[in-house]
């Protein structure tokens, strides 16, 4: 198993642009989550999915938008990038049930011009 | 609301040395208690969690943890330290009420000095 993968490792972009970072997961979980980690600040939830079809907003949801199209799939998207957006973007997904821990992806380092 | 505390940024320790790295909470209900560590440019791995039963956690990489529900503390510990420990730590949270989110600690990097 691959576990949790990240797509792009790394990416920088020009304020305004747009991308879309792509989690997947092939251990048929659940719930997926999108993190940002800044020095400092730990790790802060930007919006999970509970299942197939539903997102959720979290801690700092702004400037993002996800899509769980597919149960593997975790799309985050930034419409239109600031500087502020300048961070690790981290995935994590782990199984249904209320007990379990999360599993995470290698990151993705965003830099914004 | 709901948080989690590491309130030493940095930890040093001699190799051979026990070390610990603490972490305290504040949840409404029964607390998930987690600890994660993170090496240089890689993503958090799992290294043991506290759910209910026995206080004293033993998780991966000769890692421990107790869970002190009087001082909300669940604390991580080692017996000899390694310098192939050195990381940074993260103790996560959750609370039995029916949400699905997990707040984390800023983090503690632990230097472990040969």
């Known amino acids: 198993n691959a576990g949790v993968t990240q797509t792009p490792k790394f990416r920088v972009l020009k304020t305004g642009q747009s991308m879309t970072l792509l989690c997947a997961q092939d251990?048929?979980?659940?719930?997926m989550y999108w993190y940002r980690q800044d020095p400092g600040m730990g790790l802060r939830l930007i919006h999970y999915?509970?299942?197939?079809?539903?997102?959720a907003k979290g801690e700092v949801p702004d400037g993002y938008n996800v899509s769980r199209l597919k149960k593997q799939n975790f799309l985050l998207g930034l419409e239109s990038a600031a500087p502020s957006q300048t961070s690790v973007y981290f995935c994590?997904?782990?199984?249904?049930?209320?007990?379990?821990?999360?599993?995470f992806g290698p990151g993705t380092r965003l830099t914004v011009l | 609301a709901q948080s989690v505390a590491q309130p030493e940024d940095q930890v040093n320790v001699a190799e051979g040395n026990p070390l610990t790295v603490k972490c305290t909470y504040s949840?409404?209900?029964?607390?998930?208690l987690f600890w994660y560590v993170q090496y240089p440019n890689r993503g958090l791995q799992f290294l043991l969690k506290?759910?209910?039963?026995?206080?004293l956690v033993k998780g991966s990489y000769g890692f421990e943890a107790e869970f002190n529900k009087s001082q909300t503390s669940f604390h991580l510990k080692k017996p000899s330290a390694l310098v192939s420990d050195s990381a940074l730590y993260f103790c996560?949270?959750?609370?039995?009420?029916?949400?699905?989110?997990?707040?984390f600690g800023t983090g503690t990097r632990l230097k472990v000095l040969a």
């Open positions: 994590a997904s782990r199984p249904g049930g209320d007990k379990g821990e999360q599993f």
């Open positions: 251990m048929n979980h659940e719930y």
């Open positions: 999915s509970v299942g197939e079809g539903t997102t």
């Open positions: 949840v409404s209900g029964n607390p998930y």
């Open positions: 506290y759910i209910t039963g026995d206080n």
């Open positions: 996560a949270v959750r609370y039995s009420g029916g949400t699905y989110k997990y707040i």
